[in-house]
């Protein structure tokens, strides 16, 4: 994995506060949830940083060491998403 920048960020104590609680309802730290928003105002702006190809520390292009993409989110339990156990049944089908 790369290096990961220092970064000495001085924040007013009540975003701080809003911040914290943010990352503990979201069972993060501080550090991550800050990096979390940094990569959704990125995202929404149109400026995500760009992804490198796989290298040998790298379990492939966009995956990060628990194999997830890097601060995205895709389908979990409270999401719906292409699944063997979800084909042929739901709103609207027939059986």
Known sequence: MAERKKLLLR???KVYEAVAK????????V?????YALRLALRSAGREPRQRGPGPSQ???GSGPDGAAHGREGPGPDREGP?????GSGPGREE
């Open 22 to 29: 943010w990352a503990a309802d979201d069972l993060r730290s």
């Open 83 to 87: 699944g063997p156990d979800r084909e």
């Open 11 to 13: 924040l007013d104590p």
């Open 31 to 35: 550090n991550a949830q800050i990096e």
């Open 59 to 61: 379990q492939g292009a």
